[in-house]
């Protein structure tokens, strides 16, 4: 998928102003974000989870290296194929060779946000293979034509009426619009057939275990296991972080996982494939692969300050705790990953310069720090890549700051690196003011506080500084 | 093509380092705990499944009710039998399939289901799936009304149960079918997900890791479109639990 | 950070960082601070110096800006001893949470800056830790609803503390706000560098808060303060949001008259 993270601001301004997605996205609050708490809190040792899940990740993280070559050997052993690919673009590829050397017709895709870095299934589908999203949100948004708008509800936005219109061709406006149950049920018949007849299918991984080359999935659906059990070849695609240790640590993160995802304890199915079909299965697949890929990772794998965003088990629970998200929605950020992760991996990943407004948009409230399983401190990253766009802080070339911006803040420390300016520049402020306040606000300011006036009232500094009340009061006058 | 050693040579260098480091064994995963500890990790969820088996069991029937299985309490085989027949009428089926799960013929699964005039098979390669078996039990399964299961074990923690597929035990029956019936008997639910995996770890570490599991906690679902919850996308729009309390 | 509430006796004296909005935009906040730490039997130190911690350019992204200025508010409070009180826990969050990062490659700055660090309290971090939510019992007859501030809450960690403290006044009644942890959307040069999502997050906060009925929202962080109250201006709402320092003290000032306190 290209990005298209400049547009950040266009696009986050067709949402605000689009009543019906204002009124869908509210789920991943009132439905994710308080499964989530209420899973939380009935679980007895949370905190403990999510700090022993940390400390996995940071653990596996420090030494990638060692256990990808583990993971490689171990996938071997059980009879698959590891193809490592640097990039989107020779994964793809992968796969694409692979399809046409099995004679492959129909393939079938379970939900995979690497598989949406490699824009694979329409790439697949130009090749002529029949190419089919099988998790019923991600299908829809094939039908859509879109992008996924959440990492773990990819058509939060969508109405009924706008998914009738994609699965009914009879359906019209003004028709009576089926409930999610008709709806689900069309699917359900329509998706049948491409599994009976796929003979091929590309799946995510939530987590690869690198001690036996077990591939974890995480489904609700069951799109996971079909994927797993009906196409003779079975690919499995991840990014290189997506990795833990031993079968042991499944438990904690699976915990930690599902609960941040959707507040269930566990999601219907939990599928683990050591490899392809054993000789004493009944079915599943002869073949088994699994792409291992980059495609950028390295870029925050060597940034001592942005590595932790590789602790990242892709929840979404970041998504549902952030205001900015619950606002502009998903394809504002211009990625494949939205949301406060999406702001902080995407800069790096896709190049700084294009996507420095993503770093911006957060009012740093920490809500997605406090959400994360793994604990990733994301509002510190921002503050990160701000400091990189404001100053070009490690590459002169990704400063994307104004004169004008950089002149204020220059104007600023000036301003604060001594009392009498503080004092001098407050009052001058405040006589500027006056005449144009009411009751000590303004309706109307100049730049840059005319952003602020555009929406609300601004208060004038005080006539007097806090300074200037107490040595009076300590005089006698309180 | 990037190649293995290129790529891992790659992530050395990003780690900072130009040789791959050996992590330390006190590390924060049980990636280094030895075969003797996970053996006798496993040997204590497997005998705590025993101690605490009405304690479990009784768990496990509430968490597998909240995980959406329709959960049923049979005293004796009997009752249970009487239970699979009537849901094979309930739901009018023609065809069952079932696994190779010893409970099912302490239940006596053949006459409680032939009984209601429903035909029931099993899909049992014994190591031969050439591909013709193999796309004869695939279609079996995806026009088969009712899958009939046991259990290998279960989690009371979160109304689990964990089928590893084999030798008359279709990947298949637990998903295709629009209604799934497991039967649970006591002895075979776990505590956790950290049993199981403890378990799981130490099938591994003695080289007798099954090919695939899978864990299943009530229906297929989904709320993809409007964040309404609706069963059955996928797999089974209802599964049942049976509880054989007797023995 | 030393946890002076295990020594005895309590801190009788300490100093006062007003925070640069408070010092220039709303000093009567500094002056309601003052007096709630008095009633406390706490002498309040102003250092006439003091200006700002750094925190607008280092969120901003001008590090380079933020350093001097930093540096200074390090040397300044170098020079007294005891905690430093500040309303404020953004302010508070910036000199403990993220001072470490912005003189990390100075690490004699880091050191010293740590040494300061841990003598920073946010003021009602610093009344509950010391003298508890019951320190303070007041009067003031009126309804109001209570907004987390980001910062206090999850920066600071004081989350249940103020509505303690709230509850200890006669007279007000306290009604529970929908989503009082969720951002108002303020986040400084934000809210002017992207006003149409902070507006949009602002929307939602109001309209919880019209939706309580009650006639003043307490808050901790004049930040988000003037957020709420621009936009409820904006919305030709009476609404007042005040600053619980205030609460504290005008309660104080209602409840000295009945001898609840002093």
Redesign the interface.
Known sequence: MKPVTINFRSKAAQTLADAQIQQSIEHVYTGFFKGRLLAAAETDNWEDLRTKGKAIKDHTIAHLDYYLGMLADSVEKNGGRVFFAADAAEARQYIIDLAHKRNIKTVIKSKSMVSEEMGLAEAMNTEGFETVETDLGEYIIQLANETPYHLIAPAVHKSRSDVAKLLDDDYKDGDRIPDATELTMMARKKLRGVFERADMSVTGVNFAVAESGSIALVTNEGNGRMSTTVPRVHVAVMGMEKIIPSIQDLSTMLRILIRSATGQRISTYVTMVNGSRKFDEEEGPEEFHLVIMDNGRQKLLEDPQMRESLNCIRCGACLNACPVYRKVGGHAYGWVYPGPIGAIVSPVMTGVKDASNLPSASSLCGACHDACPVKINIPRMLLELRWRTAEGSTDKDERTSSAKERGIWKAWRVGMMGRKRFDIGSRLANLAMRPLAKNGWLKKAPPPISGWTSTRDFPTISARSLKSKLSKRSKGGK | ????AK??A????????TV????NPD?????F?DGVL?KSNAEMAMADANTRSRELVDQMAD?AA???WKVHRACNPETASDLVASICEEKKASSVLRSKHEVLDQIGIESAVTSTGATLGI?????D?S?AL?DN???SA?SADIGITGVDYAIA????IVLH????????IS?APPTHIAVLRHGEVLD???E???M??SD?MSGK????????????????????T?T????PLEVHLIILDHG | MPDYSLNPPLPNRVTLFASCMVDQLAPSVGESAVDVLEHLGVSVEFLDNQTCCGQPAFNSGFRSEALPVGTRFIELFEQVDGPIVVPSGSCAAMVRNYYRDLFRDDPKLLERSSRVAERVFELIEFISRFFGTEAIVGQLNTSATYHKCCHLLREIGIDGEPSAMLSNIEGLEMIPLERADVCCGFGGAFSVKMPDISSAILDEKLDFIEATGSSTVIAADMGCIYQMQGGLRRRGSDVQVLHIAQILAESLRNGSSHGAAL
């Open positions: 093509m990037a190649d293995r790529f891992l790659a992530v050395t260098a990003s780690l900072g380092r791959v480091l050996v992590p590390s924060a995963t049980a990636g705990d996970a968490a909240t995980a959406g899909t049992e390669h014994f190591g799936n591909s193999v039990s695939k279609s995806f923690e979160t109304g689990t597929p084999r030798s008359g035990l279709s990947r298949l998903l956790s997900l950290d199981l995996f403890a799981e770890r591994f890791l099954a090919g695939s599991m899978n864990l299943i906690s009530g229906p297929s679902k989904t709320a993809d479109i409007e964040g309404t609706v059955g996308i996928h797999g």
